[in-house]
Structures are given as C-alpha cells and as structure tokens.
Antibody
Framework: QITLKESGPALVKPTQTLTLTCTFSGFSLSSGGAAVGWFRQPPGKALEWLALLYWDDDKRYSRSLKRRLTIAKGASRNQVLLTITNLDPEDTATYFC????????????????WGQGTPVTVSS | QSVLTQPPSLSAAPGQKVTISCSGSSSNIGNNLVSWYQHVPKTAPKLLIYDNNKRPSGIPDRFSGSKSGTSATLGITGLQTGDEADYYCATWDTSLSGGVFGTGTHVTVL
C-alpha cells in the first residue's frame, strides 16, 4: 500500500522560508523511473504543480516559481522536501505531495497516489 | 494562470452524463499525454484517467477520457451524488518544461 503524508508549519510570516516534508511508504524513490511531485491549491483556486524530483535526482520546477523553490531528497530515504523562500500571503494554500508511477519517460505527468495535504497560511 | 482551459462549472441530474473539456495547445495537450483528477476540497486528489484514456484499477468505466488535437475530454456517465467534486485535467508542457493543470470544473449533481 502506497501512502504519502505532508507535514510542516501551519503558519509562517511573510518573507520567511517554508520547508515542507513529504514522508512516503510503499515505494522507493530509488527505483528507476520513480518521481515525487509537490502541488498546491490556494483557497478558491485551482490545483497548481510546483516541482518534481526524479529517481536520478533530476529536478523540474514551475517556471513562475522556480527562483523560490528547491526540491530535494530528505535525510531519510522515504522523504522529499520542498523549500519555498521569500513567502508572500499569496502562498497561502494547501500543499500536496504525490507519487508518479515508475516511468522512464520524464515528461509523463500523472500521479496515482496523493497525500491529504497540509494547510499553510502566510500572515504576519 | 493556467494554460489549460476548462469550463468553470457543469451540472446534471443523477443518472445523466456530463462532458468536461480541456483546451490547450501544441506545446502541452497536442504533444503530451493527458490525465484527469477528481478533487473534493480538503481531501487527496484522485487519479481518474491517465495516458489520455486509461483508467487506474478501481475507477469505474463510467469515467472515460479522450483526446483530439489540442483538446481533451472527460466524460462521466450515470452521474451519482458522490461524483460532485472539482475535476482537473493535467499534462506536461514542453515549452515550460513542466507540468500544467487545467482551470478546474466543478460538477454539481442536481
């Protein structure tokens, strides 16, 4: 059974840096073709893709947020971190992580297992 | 702002059919595979369709996907009250070198 769970602070101040952790089980990010993505949904708005980390440590980022995002493997083999710098109230959202099934084609973009999401509010 | 356009909302009676469109361009839908997700707020999104028209195990055949040119479509037949949710298309965008989601469609079961 594949599970993913997001964790991180619920409230952060503007200009601060946010680090979110995705802890997963039931699959290995070391397996060829595997990938984990981060997404968010601001209140009342659509889902938005943020970043993708592949098994070989290749990374892709949303072009609009690229300068502020870093995705990386965590200290534990079953964790993926997302860091967002220079936070703004517009970053208030529920943040999700999800697994992309093992596919050798990097541009295959679909996710079959998702976490429940973690809400983040950016406010002073 | 999303590069994939969906109708904001659709509604139909139980048992009826709805068709959700997703319009893109040659850099995304036109040359990449499309997936569809069902999302009830405050829950995990659920994959309904991948590779344009394939259903993961456990997804009923009431849900179907298709693609033609730079547009994709999700069909839901035999609407049930449990289908009331937001639906999103998604694909890779070659120009952006990243993933993109649609603007989302809220389906109401009357």
């Amino acid at each position: 059974q594949i599970t993913l769970k997001e964790s991180g602070p619920a409230l952060v101040k503007p200009t601060q840096t946010l680090t979110l952790t995705c802890t997963f089980s039931g699959f290995s990010l070391s397996s060829g073709g595997a990938a984990v993505g981060w997404f968010r949904q601001p209140p009342g708005k659509a889902l938005e893709w943020l970043a993708l980390l592949y098994w070989d440590d290749d990374k892709r980022y949303s072009r609009s947020l690229k300068r502020r995002l870093t995705i990386a493997k965590g200290a534990s083999r079953n964790q993926v971190l997302l860091t967002i710098t220079n936070l703004d109230p517009e970053d208030t959202a529920t943040y999700f992580c999800a697994r992309r099934p093992e596919q050798w084609f990097a541009e295959l973009f679909y996710f079959d297992s998702w976490g429940q999401g973690t809400p983040v509010t950016v406010s002073s | 702002q999303s590069v994939l356009t969906q109708p904001p909302s659709l509604s139909a009676a139980p048992g009826q059919k709805v068709t959700i469109s997703c319009s893109g361009s040659s850099s995304n839908i036109g040359n990449n595979l499309v997936s569809w997700y069902q999302h009830v707020p405050k829950t995990a999104p659920k994959l309904l369709i991948y590779d344009n028209n394939k259903r993961p195990s456990g997804i009923p055949d009431r849900f179907s996907g298709s693609k033609s040119g730079t547009s994709a479509t999700l069909g839901i037949t035999g609407l049930q009250t449990g289908d009331e949710a937001d639906y999103y298309c998604a694909t890779w965008d070659t120009s952006l070198s990243g993933g993109v989601f649609g603007t989302g469609t809220h389906v109401t079961v009357l």
